[in-house]
């Protein structure tokens, strides 16, 4: 392999200064249009490839893009191992980034000082956060002038930032309100960390509403968390109401890969869905409607979620805002064949 050809390479085979190819690359207009096409000319005849970290520096822009997630094992691989919700949304904010010439730059938060050191590292255009995070992390960003988006919280920072949401609570009322319809009373609500998930406590807002306004008690005896959204979780949860609450013949999860985990454990113990039991889940991922039977479920459009997160933060990188921008998006109920009127 040859030696990696240097900008003074590039200067010395159209015979001009390193500094004059400098200008060029960064697109700066200090050179003539004659002196410009031979500096062209002796990249494209070498192969040069520019620094693009050098390249980032000098123009104060690396044309990345972050993406970060809490972090609960030191590790993001159980995230997109376990729960395909993120997996799709991801897939959506690659697709608008790609599309707009940024690369896609993905970590976990360990703590506020070892994230500002790794925007800063990388000189990251704009950063979205995914989930909720410790409240001493919103104030460490503060510090930063990058264009930050929110997605899946609500926190009382969010007023401080860009923001993108869905309609939670009215995805939980719509998911307890068709169960209710079906003639089912004692319906299970469960969740991922209802105390610290805001995006969990919104849908169990929705659930108790809907309880409420059927005449029906709210019982905390019918509320479940479990630690992860993950088909495990969601699994080891549908053996727990076999067991200790045969009561319960509904079930409203906060996301469809619990749901799907729920549905896997009562078949495997001969419980038909929806005869026996009906699930709802929530977010419609493509799994959803792969299940047997296919899963009534709230859809939130994900991979939209993805691209409406994408576009916010490309714009707010590109100065098209004058005002943080707070979108929340629409929820529809989608039914399949997980859930039945009551026997």
Known sequence: MGEKITIRDVAKHAGVSAASVSYVLNGI????DETKERILTAVKELNYEPNLTAVSL??????MIGVMFPLTDDSLSTIFKDNHYYSEMI????????KHGYDLVISGVSSPADCLKWIRTRNIDGLLFLGAFPHRLYEKMKALSNPIVLVDTYERYERDYHHISVDDE???YLATTHLVSLGHKEIAFVAHHLVNSPVDKKRYIGYEKALKEAGITPSKTFVFEVNESSFDNGYNLG???LQDHKDIRAVFASSDTLAL??????????KKIPQEYSIVGFDDITFSS????????????VFNKGVVAATSVIQAIEHRFST???VKLSVELIIRDSTAKRG
């Open 290 to 301: 792969y299940a047997s039977p296919s899963l009534t479920t709230i859809r939130q459009d």
């Open 29 to 32: 207009n200090k050179v003539s």
């Open 91 to 98: 897939s959506g904010i690659e697709y608008v980034i790609r």
């Open 324 to 326: 943080l921008q707070h």
């Open 170 to 172: 009215y995805g939980g």
């Open 261 to 270: 985990g729920i549905m896997k454990a009562l078949q495997e113990k001969g």
């Open 58 to 63: 000098s123009k104060q822009k690396s044309n």
């Open 239 to 241: 053996n727990k109401l």
